[in-house]
């Protein structure tokens, strides 16, 4: 095991250059094949020995790679958790390097999925490795999952994992996000919905007077911004409010018809003072003021698509306990940070299972240009997951 920096330096060479060949095989979520980067890494694993196995959806879609290493006493199961699917490119001629290139320049390894999240899961990888010799001493176990529809939103490696019957459920799980100034202990949830505005077609030209589903869907926009959502609760433990944002308007094609449909999507952050039913509550009342104000021979409809639920774990709680601990033991200074943006953590909390999510290398351009992951302090992320780990294992 890693007993001290230089170790941690010595152990770190081989996790970069494990995520650098997973950032020379491109993994665009919903846009390439995720054979060639999960086979990178089933080659690494097979070269070590470490259990491993494919995770498929409902559909039989490859979807990530499960990584497994029972402890010799009973305990619960903890999981480090990276994806390995990455955001687009993007404009390939604004960037100043190939974003498959997986080099290093001055310290950094750039390419696309340097810092979210390849040289995560190229870690955690190599966490497995280190508690595998060692794997009777431990309670429960450790489980790596390396989740190939993250990007995509529809985290379909973790919901694969959940579901698989054969695989141990987890206690808690760290979600190797970068950043090195804070750990994410929570998130606002949110409700998610479509909405139809209805209203009868007509000639823009004629001389009858016709109110449009433009115009309606319009009118509830401004009933939606208008809405009054309430502020941070004080004493309620939660840091954040919650928020509300129309985020998709779309109907009507060319000048001489205005329409009879309007689609409208809204997205309402949520909080455990404000959760979903709130959300969907309040966007069904701005619905029945539109139809009373600006009635149309259909009324509007509105379509749930998503929900998740809002999470906060306190310091003293795991996993969040032993990713902090582990932080001020090895002389850093990192805070617990709530987020505003959801992650898979509230699709965990959903599931009744606590995660943190981020504490990672410093790192520049996620999801823009020109994305690189600063490789000076790997070491040091390094120890600290480790020491994590073996904290919650009892090693």
């Not at 941690?8 to 919903?30: D, F, M, Q, W, Y």
């Not at 459920?169 to 804070?182: K, L, N, Q, T």
């Not at 952050?269 to 309040?282: G, K, Q, S, Y």
Request: net charge negative; proline share 7%; charged share 20%.
């Amino acid at each position: 095991m890693i007993e001290d920096l230089q170790q941690a330096k010595a152990r770190t060479a081989s996790v970069v250059e494990l995520a650098s060949e997973l950032i020379r095989r491109p993994s665009r979520g919903g846009i390439d094949d995720y054979g060639p980067v999960l086979g990178a890494l089933e080659d690494w694993l097979t070269a070590r020995e470490l259990p491993h196995r494919r995770l498929h959806d409902g559909a039989g879609e490859l979807v990530g790679l499960l990584v497994e290493i029972p402890g010799g006493r009973p305990g619960s199961w903890w999981t480090l958790d990276a994806c390995v699917d990455t955001a687009p490119y993007g404009d390939e001629t604004a960037w100043s390097f190939p974003p498959a290139c997986g080099d290093i320049v001055d310290g950094w390894l750039r390419g696309r999925g340097a810092a979210d999240s390849k040289l995560a899961a190229a870690m955690f990888c190599h966490i497995a490795a280190d508690l595998a010799p060692r794997a009777e001493t431990l309670r429960g176990g450790l489980a790596v999952l390396l989740d190939v529809d993250e990007h995509t939103g529809g985290f379909g490696g973790a919901r694969a994992y959940l579901a698989d019957p054969g695989a141990a459920r987890p206690a808690g799980v760290m979600i190797g996000y970068p950043g090195m100034d804070e750990v994410v202990v929570g998130g606002r949830g949110l409700w998610r919905a479509s909405i139809a505005v209805y209203a009868p077609s007509g000639h823009s030209g004629s001389s009858k007077t016709v109110i449009g589903a433009i115009t309606r869907a319009a009118h509830l926009v401004r009933l939606l911004d208008a809405a009054e959502l309430p502020g941070v609760v004080e004493g309620g433990g939660f840091p954040l409010p919650p928020k509300l944002s129309v985020t998709s308007f779309h109907g009507g094609q060319g000048f001489s018809v205005t329409p009879d449909r309007v689609d409208i999507n809204v997205d309402v952050r949520t909080t455990p003072a404000f959760d979903a039913h709130d959300a969907e509550t309040l966007v069904r009342k701005a619905v029945a003021e539109l139809d009373a104000e600006l009635p149309a021979p259909m009324p509007t409809e509105v379509t749930p698509v998503a929900t998740w639920p809002p999470f906060r774990l306190a310091e003293d709680e795991q996993p969040a306990a032993a990713l902090l601990n582990a932080t001020a033991e090895a002389g850093l200074t990192v805070r617990s940070k709530t987020a505003g943006p959801s992650n898979i953590g509230n699709l965990l909390a959903g599931e009744g299972i606590a995660a943190t999510a981020g504490f990672g290398v410093p790192y520049e351009g996620l999801h823009g240009i020109d994305e690189r992951a600063h490789l000076a302090e790997l070491p040091q992320v390094y120890a600290v997951y480790q020491r994590a780990v073996l904290g919650l294992l009892g090693g």
